[in-house]
């Protein structure tokens, strides 16, 4: 069978999470499809991306999008009511590309991934597949209750419009997936049961144990230009942190991950070093004694959790996101709501070495049990077949 993967970002490197997601879905469905890859890009291409996606892919077209393309994209999406994440995204000049690339290889299936590419296709007589992966108006309107008075209005609106599009969506394609069970209840839509589940996996091989200098007592990775990190950085650094100083006074912290923003740069000081982009995310893991992810914003299943857990890192987080997870606390992985929760668990795994080591192997056991990337590929290859 013939797949269009049609895709918001060039699926390679793989630093951001759909990006990662995008990837290793087409390496395993390369194995019994034939893959045409179809992708925006904004900023400078790497110069790995084509060479390496075409290992998998028969065709690799990469559209790439100006500065000025995306602030008239925007203006636009203002005034004809469209979210602007999808809005960003779409033009007319890029759906005339797009349409002529799908009439070119006349595709078996159409894998659309995120709403942000749907406009793009969701009228055509082909059938295909959308994958949700998070529920954006959620991730919204989640941000309202730290976001300034200013900006409160947009989000709503926002947040609104993202509702009514993953609403509208959901009728346009023949199957939808997401990326967790706690992300398809969100779904603004009353057959939202027919959704398929396919989580994220995590590549064992690559991601492993490793035996490194522990430089730091803890470590923090991810995108840091997307919100919700920002916002878990500020809360480790500004509420967490200054609890566990007082017991351990010279703890070490890395916030490490690409784009971080002023807001994260600012967090800098003997105890935090932010370090931007790591060419090998497993050495990031490897030198800290303690993953923690203290997520209070967004949605979906956070791959750096997955990534650390498989290195056999003792890792802690919130509830938001071991509902994706589905982690045991207290077992598994530990759990954490308040920054005084917070504090006590990490002094606990600094302090006890058996207790992090059990956090470790257990983590380890539960990422090779439940989280492969081959396993919840063959969902997407079930459903294109129409099994």
């Keep these: 069978m013939k797949l269009f993967f049609l895709l918001a970002r060039v699926p390679y490197p793989t630093e951001k999470g759909d990006k990662l997601r995008a990837f290793h879905q087409i390496t395993h469905l390369s194995k019994y499809h034939e893959i045409i890859i179809c992708a925006l890009n904004e900023g400078v291409l790497?110069?790995?991306?084509?060479?390496?996606?075409?290992?998998?892919?028969?065709?690799?077209?990469?559209?790439?999008?100006?500065k000025p393309t995306i602030i008239s994209n925007i203006i636009r999406a203002l005034f004809t009511g469209k979210p602007l994440q999808v809005g960003y995204y779409y033009n007319n000049s890029t759906q005339k590309i797009i349409h002529?690339?799908?009439?070119?290889?006349?595709?078996?299936?159409?894998?659309?991934?995120?709403?942000r590419m749907a406009e793009y296709v969701k009228d055509l007589p082909i059938d295909k597949t959308l994958d949700y992966q998070d529920v954006f108006s959620v991730g919204v309107e989640r941000r309202l209750a730290t976001s300034s008075v200013f900006m409160r209005p947009f989000l709503k609106l926002e947040s609104q419009r993202l509702m009514d599009y993953e609403r509208m969506a959901f009728d346009q394609f023949n199957n939808k997936i997401i990326i967790s069970y706690p992300d398809r209840d969100l779904i603004p839509h009353p057959e939202k049961e027919k959704i398929v589940v396919v989580a994220n996996g995590v590549d064992t091989d690559f991601f492993h144990p490793l035996t490194r200098e522990k430089e730091y007592d803890l470590v923090f990775t991810g995108n840091m230009g997307y919100p919700p990190n920002i916002d878990a950085a500020e809360f480790l650094v500004n509420k967490i942190l200054p609890l566990v100083l007082e017991k351990r006074p010279h703890l070490r912290v890395l916030i490490a991950g690409t784009s971080p923003t002023m807001r994260v740069m600012v967090l800098r000081s003997p105890h935090v070093e932010v370090s931007g982009w790591v060419p090998d995310m497993r050495e990031a893991y490897a030198q800290a004694k303690i993953f923690i992810a203290p997520m209070q914003l967004g949605t979906g299943l956070q791959n750096k959790l997955l990534e650390a857990m498989a290195m056999k890192i003792p890792c802690i987080t919130s509830s938001l996101a071991n509902q994706?997870?589905?982690?045991?606390?207290?077992?598994?992985?530990?759990?954490g709501e308040t920054p005084q929760e917070y504090a006590h668990h990490i002094l606990t795994l600094l302090k006890d070495k058996d207790s992090a080591a059990s956090i470790g192997e257990k983590g380890l056991q539960f990422v090779l049990k439940n989280y492969s990337w081959e396993t919840e590929t063959a969902k997407i290859e079930a459903l294109i077949a129409g099994k």
């Design 100 to 115: 002529s690339l799908i009439k070119k290889y006349q595709p078996d299936h159409i894998f659309c991934q995120l709403i």
């Design 46 to 66: 790497h110069d790995d991306a084509v060479p390496v996606l075409s290992k998998y892919a028969s065709a690799v077209h990469i559209i790439p999008i100006s």
């Design 324 to 335: 994706a997870l589905n982690a045991k606390p207290g077992e598994e992985i530990l759990v």
